[in-house]
């Protein structure tokens, strides 16, 4: 994504995304609110933070696409694992998959999710299909988490062990990544969550605890 793609798309702040009743920065509309946390203004916040959003989505993105591409990847080398094709092209593909996992994949994920999470705040994309994102990322993750299991029994484990066949694991994989791509770019309005009430209104009890006054 080029920058001013990028840029464009996080300083116009789209309905969707953020508080609602935000207030705004004096000219720096491009930045987001600013809020403290009894609910006064703030006067103008510290603007560079919002200018990171544009290098963080490109972060963010860069980083998404290294990890889902190395997801597809690494299922297909796995099935590749196979004492018939000798032991100099053993060597090379258990090589290539363990270094490609642990040195690219995994540290692209840990990436993608770090920039997504930091995102969040500064877009304050505290809405419904951002939340039903999560949902999907979390069958990434555990997606990626038996990815590597089957990385270790394979190769480093004693016995015999097989890479199961890479079509059906590819296939569940479409699922959560075409889900998140729909998500995340159509952003739907998928109205609220419901929460029981008890949770959305004050009871009007005392903490057990003291809490400092301002
Ligand atoms: C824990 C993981 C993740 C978090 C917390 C997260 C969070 C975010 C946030 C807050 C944005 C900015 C939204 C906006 O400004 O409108 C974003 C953008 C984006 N995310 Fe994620 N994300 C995560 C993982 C992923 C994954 C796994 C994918 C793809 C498979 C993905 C695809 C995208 C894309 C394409 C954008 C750019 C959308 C746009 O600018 O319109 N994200 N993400």
């Given at each position: 994504m080029g920058s001013h793609a990028a840029g464009r798309s996080a300083a116009r702040r789209a309905d969707h995304v953020g508080a609602g009743d935000a207030a705004l920065c004096g000219d720096d509309r491009a930045f987001g609110p600013t809020r403290l946390a009894g609910g006064r203004r703030a006067g103008c916040r510290v603007s560079w933070v919002y200018g990171l959003i544009p290098h963080l989505k490109a972060l963010h993105v860069g980083m998404l696409v290294l990890w889902c591409g190395g997801l597809f990847a690494l299922p297909l080398m796995l099935a590749?694992?196979?004492?018939?094709?000798g032991q100099g092209d053993y060597e090379r593909i258990r090589r290539a998959t363990h270094y490609a996992y642990t040195f690219c994949v995994t540290p692209a994920a840990v990436l993608a999710i770090a920039s997504g999470t930091a995102l969040i705040f500064l877009r304050e994309a505290f809405v419904t299909w951002m939340f039903a994102k999560l949902v999907f990322v979390a069958l990434l993750v555990s997606f990626h988490v038996w990815v590597g299991y089957v990385l270790v029994a394979v190769a480093e484990r004693a016995g015999a062990h097989r890479a199961p066949q890479p079509v059906l694991p590819l296939l569940l994989l479409l699922l959560p990544v075409l889900g998140i791509l729909a998500l995340v770019l159509a952003?739907?309005?998928?109205g609220e969550i419901p929460v029981p009430g008890w949770l959305t209104e004050p009871m009007g009890r005392q903490l057990p605890f003291d809490v400092p006054r301002r």
């Open positions: 590749r694992h196979e004492p018939a094709i952003k739907p309005e998928l």
